[in-house]
């Protein structure tokens, strides 16, 4: 008889939280089913059952992340405020923005995954749409690059301590408003 629980409350949730942990700690290849249904309370074959496999388990992780970008980001004034949201998003999410972004970890056909990647690249391109690229000589696809770019750029060094000397103990937000201003004047 064993002393773990015969049912589960949400094995699902309590997996991709588990799993989230230890990206965050650890990167995401330091994830084993087997250690996440150890630490869930569960038999080692009871994440297969959600999951399927490990690469299952990260595109799920990152269809929730861009479920949460998509959120983060709908409701942007303009250009700067979308990337300060996406700036804040990877700060809040740091597992979850790791995962999104490394397609070889992921199942690249999921229905979830391209149907969560197509709602958050439509919220940013909503906020790019209001800047005059060709008052910079480009088109809008370009700016929308750049504007990603910045962001995403921005996040990653902020992520990796990167930015620590140059942040200091100023607020990165305030730091990403004023570089994005530097490059997109009207927005």
């Known amino acids: 008889m064993s002393d773990r629980p015969y049912h589960h409350g949400d094995l699902r949730r309590a997996i ?20 996440l249904a150890r630490r869930a309370g569960v038999s080692h074959a009871a994440p297969a059952h959600h999951f399927r496999d490990r690469t299952g388990l990260l595109t799920a992780i990152a269809a929730e992340g861009f479920g949460l970008l998509a959120a983060a980001t709908a409701e942007a004034s303009d250009l700067k405020d979308a990337g300060v949201r996406y700036v804040r998003f990877a700060r809040e999410h740091p597992a979850h923005f790791q995962v999104m972004f490394a397609p070889d970890l992921l199942r690249a056909d999921d229905l979830e995954l391209t149907t969560a990647r197509t709602l958050a690249g439509d919220a940013l391109r909503a906020a ?3 800047v005059r690229p060709e008052d910079h000589g480009t088109d809008a696809r370009l700016a929308g690059v750049a504007a990603w770019s910045l962001a995403h750029g921005f996040a990653t060094l902020l992520l990796s301590h990167n930015l620590d000397d140059a942040v200091g103990g100023r607020d990165p937000e305030e730091i990403f408003r004023t570089l994005a201003g530097l490059l997109f004047r009207s927005s």
């Open 16 to 35: 991709l939280g588990a799993a989230l942990d230890v990206i965050a700690a650890d990167g995401p290849s330091a994830l084993s089913l087997r250690d």
């Open 128 to 130: 790019v749409a209001p």
